[in-house]
């Protein structure tokens, strides 16, 4: 059982540079959704997703952007990556609302220097 | 005022012992509730739901209490592999049909031997 899968598991980049952190899922989740999480912070919510086709923001959205061109996969991309950004980003799906249990991927550790 | 607050902890209990933890939130529209563990870095993964007759599984009792908005979980004869970080999160409805999951920061339970 993959559940949600996210590559890559770590990344480091410049400030500026781009870049696109995926996710899938093959549980045909309708809802899915990134979340940052930085100490003392708790996990924020960046964009989330009820569907293909789909997308709206989340608590934090500056910065990212997201599609949903299939039910499996929900990208997230980084614009221009600043230290700021700098986070364990998490993706997680659902079988059709939030308001069910989350189901998280490993996360992906982006340092931005 | 966050959305949902804990303790932070660190809750340091020797092996065997009850424990308990509390988690207070501010909006009283919200609709679902969960407790999820996380290990050290790796990602959260659902405890239990939490109900409002309260609910058990196993040595986890998760208890809902809607007029002072908390909620609680408690664990008895604790074990080692029970250190963890334990999240509360709190499902809120905003704006129409638009629910959000909002997460704690987190309680870090250390089980001592």
């Known amino acids: 059982n993959a559940g949600v899968t996210q590559t890559p598991k770590f990344q480091v980049l410049k400030t500026g540079q781009s870049m696109t952190l995926q996710c899938a899922q093959d549980?045909?989740?309708?809802?899915m959704s990134w979340y940052r999480q930085d100490p003392g912070m708790g996990l924020r919510l960046i964009h989330y997703s009820v569907g293909a086709g789909i997308t709206d923001q989340g608590e934090v959205p500056n910065g990212y952007n997201v599609s949903r061109s299939t039910t499996e996969d929900f990208p997230l991309r980084l614009l221009s990556a600043a230290p700021s950004q700098t986070s364990v980003y998490f993706c997680?799906?659902?079988?059709?609302?939030?308001?069910?249990?989350?189901?998280f991927g490993d996360g992906t550790r982006l340092s931005i220097l | 005022r966050k959305e949902v607050e804990q303790d932070p902890g660190p809750f340091n209990v020797p092996e065997g012992a009850t424990v308990a933890f509390n988690c207070t939130y501010s909006n009283s529209a919200s609709q679902s509730f969960f407790w999820y563990r996380q290990d050290c870095r790796k990602e959260p993964k659902l405890l239990m739901s939490v109900y409002s007759s309260g609910n058990e599984d196993g040595r986890f009792t998760a208890q809902l209490n809607r007029a002072s908005q908390y909620i609680s979980l408690l664990i008895r004869d604790s074990k080692l592999s029970d250190s963890a970080t334990y999240l509360c999160v709190v499902n809120i409805k905003r704006g129409g049909a638009t629910n959000k999951l909002i997460f704690g920061t987190g309680t870090l339970l250390a089980v001592q031997p």
């Open positions: 549980m045909n989740h309708e809802y």
């Open positions: 997680a799906s659902s079988y059709r609302y939030s308001n069910q249990p989350q189901h």
